[in-house]
Structures are given as structure tokens and as C-alpha cells.
């Protein structure tokens, strides 16, 4: 199955990125993420995450650093509630 995303872009990566936080010194939580990887037929690319049973979402995102993962990764880093 294809998905199409908007301004025709077909999602061609799909990634299970799993992110250990440290909110408390000896305690790790390990939260997953599914992200999503497109590019359009101008050489456009866009990612977007979720984390199933979280209630986050990172929406559809124009991105601009060579390593997309990396740069998905670090936006759901900063979605994830820091907890002090």
C-alpha cells in the first residue's frame, strides 16, 4: 500500500525510532516513535512522527538538514514532556 501525503508526496521511509529520556538520575524511559519520511517530485522532503499511545504528533514538516532522521528524531525529542 502507497500513502500519498499533501503536494503529492509519497512516503518512502518509515522508521521505528525508540528515544531513552532520563527524567529522574535512575530511571529511564524509552518512548517509540513512528516516523515518516516523503519527498515530492521537486526533491522536497517532509517528516512526520507519532508516538502510539502517547497522544503526541509531530505534523507534517518541511525538512532542511541533510541526516531527515536525525532531524525527526531531535523534533520528537522535543515534543516529549520533560518530567523533573
Known amino acids: 500500500m502507497e500513502r500519498v501525503v499533501e503536494n503529492n508526496a509519497r ?17 529511564t524511559e524509552r518512548w517509540s516513535w513512528d516516523i515518516y519520511i516523503s519527498t515530492t517530485e521537486d526533491d522536497q522532503h517532509y517528516g512526520k512522527a507519532h508516538a502510539p ?20 528524531i531531535d523534533l520528537c525529542e522535543q515534543k516529549i514532556p520533560c518530567v523533573l
Not at 11 to 27: F, M, R, S
Not at 53 to 72: C, H, I, N, S, Y
Request: no cysteine; net charge negative.
Open 11 to 27: 512516503v518512502n521511509k518509515y522508521y521505528l525510532a525508540e528515544i531513552d529520556i532520563n527524567p529522574k538520575k535512575h530511571q
Open 53 to 72: 499511545g502517547r497522544g503526541l504528533e509531530v505534523p507534517w514538516t518541511q525538512l532542511e538538514k541533510p541526516d531527515f532522521l536525525a532531524e525527526m
